[in-house]
């Protein structure tokens, strides 16, 4: 091969060369097969009918992408929100309104009870050789507080939501309806399970935005018996004086 050749190949194959390493870096970017997550959330009010359906029905979501499209999506660090819980039975209901603070691995939640006191709650993350988090408990302006060594399992489910992780790992055969919906002007991926043996079926809206549980509902026999809802999230870093005990002391400190 002489000198020219030589030169044309070396250009030909140099040109190749960073044609492939665009196509590599442009694929690394992708989001997983089949999971098209939507753009944040928008007013509802600045779309009409016809465009939001039609927004919705070019995004992919089925029963079997359920768990890669949760998987994609990233929880804030930081945050707070009120959260309702409603209970339904037959001729009565009730509810209880939680404030709720995060910050890491630590989770505060103050609850309005029945008779009117605030039950103050703070979860430390889970140690391995615990079965659940601690929790340290008051009421009101207590200055004693209970500690729960193995306390709930997780934080959401000492805010009594069902929870996150439950959603992730909903196996297919179990789902009945996965798609995107809008709920409250919030897109969420709406999973829809079918009822289990005992009658209970349950539906998840999960906030594309921040990746938080939005909204939940439960039923027995097809009637509502549980509905959870949680206010637009507060990114702001909570106080921390939020996350020590009412004495001022930093809780698990020695």
């Known amino acids: 091969m002489d000198k020219k050749r030589m030169t044309y190949f070396s250009i030909g194959f140099g040109i190749l060369l960073l044609?492939?390493?665009?196509?590599?870096?442009?694929?690394?970017?992708r989001e997983p097969a089949g999971i098209v997550l939507p753009d944040s959330p928008v007013d509802a009010e600045d779309m009409g009918m016809d465009q939001m359906e039609s927004r919705l029905s070019v995004l992919e979501i089925s029963p079997e992408t359920v768990r890669p499209a949760i998987t994609t999506l990233s929880r804030p660090v930081s945050y707070s929100r009120t959260q309702k819980v409603e209970t339904f039975w037959s001729g009565g209901s009730g509810q209880s309104i939680s404030q709720v603070s995060v910050s890491g691995s630590r989770t505060r939640i103050d609850t309005r009870m029945a008779d009117g006191s605030i039950r103050h709650m703070l979860l430390s993350g889970r140690q391995p050789e615990q079965t659940g988090t601690s929790a340290w408990i008051w009421y009101d302006s207590e200055t004693d507080w209970?500690?729960?060594?193995?306390?709930?399992?997780?934080?959401?489910?000492?805010?009594?939501?069902?929870?996150?992780?439950?959603?992730?790992?909903?196996?297919?055969?179990?789902?009945?309806?996965?798609?995107?919906?809008?709920?409250?002007?919030?897109?969420?991926?709406?999973?829809?399970?079918?009822?289990?043996?005992?009658?209970?079926?349950?539906?998840?809206?999960?906030?594309?935005?921040?990746?938080?549980?939005?909204?939940?509902?439960?039923?027995?026999?097809?009637?509502?018996?549980?509905?959870?809802?949680?206010?637009?999230?507060?990114?702001?870093?909570?106080?921390?004086?939020?996350?020590?005990?009412?004495?001022?002391?930093?809780?698990?400190?020695?």
Request: include cysteine; charge should be negative.
């Open 19 to 29: 044609v492939v390493v665009a196509l590599l870096a442009r694929s690394s970017r």
């Open 146 to 254: 209970t500690l729960l060594r193995n306390g709930p399992p997780t934080a959401d489910f000492a805010g009594r939501m069902l929870t996150y992780e439950t959603v992730r790992d909903l196996p297919a055969e179990a789902i009945i309806a996965a798609d995107y919906r809008m709920k409250d002007n919030v897109y969420c991926i709406y999973v829809e399970t079918a009822p289990d043996g005992s009658g209970y079926g349950e539906r998840y809206w999960v906030s594309v935005a921040d990746g938080l549980l939005y909204a939940a509902e439960r039923t027995w026999n097809g009637g509502l018996v549980y509905r959870f809802t949680a206010s637009p999230l507060d990114a702001e870093l909570p106080e921390e004086s939020l996350f020590l005990l009412p004495d001022g002391s930093v809780p698990g400190a020695a």
